[in-house]
């Protein structure tokens, strides 16, 4: 075996570090390849060895592939497919960023240590014994009773629904604003010291333990945009729901005249489509003539989000309606983002682009509630981010990657501020809603302030419209991966389609 050593202790080492998994079988079997000679007295030696050589490097690559938590390989060819590359940029730094030093070290150590031992010792029988050894140490421990427990689960939540009733007609009317706002949970918003922000003060409703289930920004959007049912799953999403379950369709039939806007026009992510067919979204409001602000990491240009709310609202004023709902998907902080005129942009370090493309998104909220607010009329805003930026990482995922749908990445803050009469800019007292809820909590809250409008002397407390906000346990998926809590542990199930739990390092 010689130097391969280097491969499987340095995996070995990997996955006690919490890094990838060990699939003991196919190791074993990779080992006893390498460990097969090619004879000296077959035809063509020298060529057979070079052509065994290639195909140790191949399945090397595909084991690793295979023990990591990456997604199956195939479908991340077709996602580059159809996205396309990435810059060369982005590429550079995510690859700085992803580096953990003393994980570096380590892997260092191992070859040299490697290289010493080979000449003194047959290091073929230890490195076996110590991959027979793996499955003691227990990491990858499954658990056989979450397949049931998430089958309660989806059949819980396909009897939640929640229905929109016609406000009285002596109640006060009120604009709807649903701020879709991508790459932003409360683990980005504590690496940055933004958790405290006085910008998240200004709500007079905070969700701090809000699941946006996806950690994508389709699947997510759709997941909003159907919001008046309960959970499904990932699949289901992108099948026709009944009526009822869709967000703008439930305005809509009270009368309201429904907006879509969104800062960028990718096509690639076939965005627009999806929130059209599987969400019922108007088609977005133009963005010809709104200044590019940033581009993002496949040199999408993303305007300016400022002006395009001030487009809204200009023709919001001109269609003079007694009521109206915007839907606003904002990209400002996506991973790759940069300032449109910066030129060397990926040498700077990701937190600080972020905590700058934060301070500028909120000062931009804050100018546009301002000028609503100015007008007199009356507004809900809801503030609800798609998922996570993975701003730190996690030892199973590097910093900038979704694929696995972990807590940190889809804890998200989620903000409902009241603009109008009797609403101050700061509220003298915020109400924390601490249980777990998702997106059917947002659609109740608005069902039940529909029905009885805060904006008034008669109007309830905060306090009283949520006391029965359903909640939802934490179940979240993407295509390929998907995560359960049960008790307090988290568990996934992914490329090998079987559960295992997580480790701790995974969701620090």
Known sequence: MGLWSVYFLGKIFLYLWGAIRFSVLPNLLFA??????????????????????GLSFLFAFLLLWYDSYFPPLLYTISTFQQIGLPEKEYIYRFVMNTLNPLAVLALLFILVLCIFLNRRIKLAPVVVLLMLIVPLFGLTRKDVGIEEYLTSFYQSESKRMVSFEQPEKKAPDFDILILHVCSLSWDDL????????????????????????????????????????????????YREASKECYLLESLRSLEYQTYTA??????????????????????????????????????????????????????????????????????????????????????????????EFLLNLFANLEKFFQRISASGRNFVVVFVPEHGMALRGSSIQAPDLRDIPLPQITNIPVGIKFIGQGFQDTPVQQEIVAKPTSYLALSWTLSSLLKEPPFSREGRSLRQYLEEIPETRFVAENQEALVVRRDQD???????????KLPSSALR
Not at 198 to 209: A, E, G, Q, S, Y
Not at 215 to 237: D, F, M, V, W
């Open 32 to 53: 006893a390849f390498l460990a097969v000679p090619v004879p000296k007295t077959l035809p063509l030696h020298h060529v057979l060895k070079s052509a065994k050589l």
């Open 190 to 237: 504590r690496t940055v010291g933004f958790d405290t922000h006085p910008f998240l003060r200004k709500f007079d409703i905070l969700f701090t333990n809000f699941n946006s289930v996806s950690s994508y920004t389709n699947p997510s959007a759709i997941r909003l945009l159907r919001a008046n049912c309960g959970q499904q799953k990932h699949e289901a999403i």
């Open 262 to 355: 969104i800062d960028n026009d990718a096509p690639a992510y076939r965005f627009v489509e999806d929130i059209m067919d599987h969400g019922k979204a108007d088609a977005p409001i133009s963005l010809k003539g709104i200044p590019v602000q940033q581009y993002d990491f496949d040199k999408t240009p993303i305007h300016n989000d400022l002006q395009i709310l001030e487009r809204w609202w200009d023709m919001r004023q001109k269609a003079d309606k007694k009521r109206a709902a915007l839907y606003f998907d904002i990209t400002t902080l996506h991973g790759g983002a940069h300032w449109a005129h910066e030129k060397d942009w990926w040498k700077r370090d990701r937190p600080t682009h972020y905590k």
């Open 490 to 500: 988290f568990y996934l199930y992914g490329k090998e389609k079987t559960w295992t």
